[in-house]
């Protein structure tokens, strides 16, 4: 059973930054891409950003590019966002997920394992 906790969501000014984390069990983190989504209160979850197995491909989402980054630390079955430049409309929940194969994904069928989400709020 893999689990995932994510951590360092907050409330933080427009233009501001945060650091979310995604930290993982298991000794299978490597060999699984990553991603993130978000859920904003009364919309559907959507896809953020995704990370392949050993980092070397990324993928985003139009509204984030240039100001997110997605990283990854397998010494530390780690998943990282950085978010810059925030906006109001980035508040949600945001979600880690473990994908079932190795290559950076947008869909979220293709993830099997969650996490429990930490929220992020961006005041204007």
């Known amino acids: 059973q893999v689990q995932l906790v994510e951590s360092g969501g907050g409330l933080v000014q427009a233009g501001g930054s945060l650091r979310l984390s995604c930290a993982a069990s298991?000794?299978?983190?490597?060999?699984?891409?990553m991603g993130w989504f978000r859920q904003a209160p009364g919309k559907e979850r959507e896809f953020v950003a995704a990370?392949?197995?050993?980092?070397?491909?990324?993928s985003y989402t139009d509204s984030v590019k240039g100001r997110f980054t997605v990283s990854r630390n397998n010494a530390k079955n780690t998943v990282y966002l950085e978010m810059n430049s925030l906006k109001p409309e980035d508040t949600a929940v945001y979600y880690c997920?473990?994908?079932?194969?190795?290559?950076?994904?947008?869909?979220?069928?293709?993830?099997?394992?969650w996490g429990q989400g930490t929220q992020v709020t961006v005041s204007s």
């Open positions: 990370i392949s197995r050993s980092g070397g491909a990324t």
């Open positions: 997920a473990r994908a079932r194969g190795t290559w950076p994904t947008s869909r979220s069928y293709d993830y099997d394992y």
């Open positions: 298991g000794d299978t983190f490597s060999s699984y891409s």
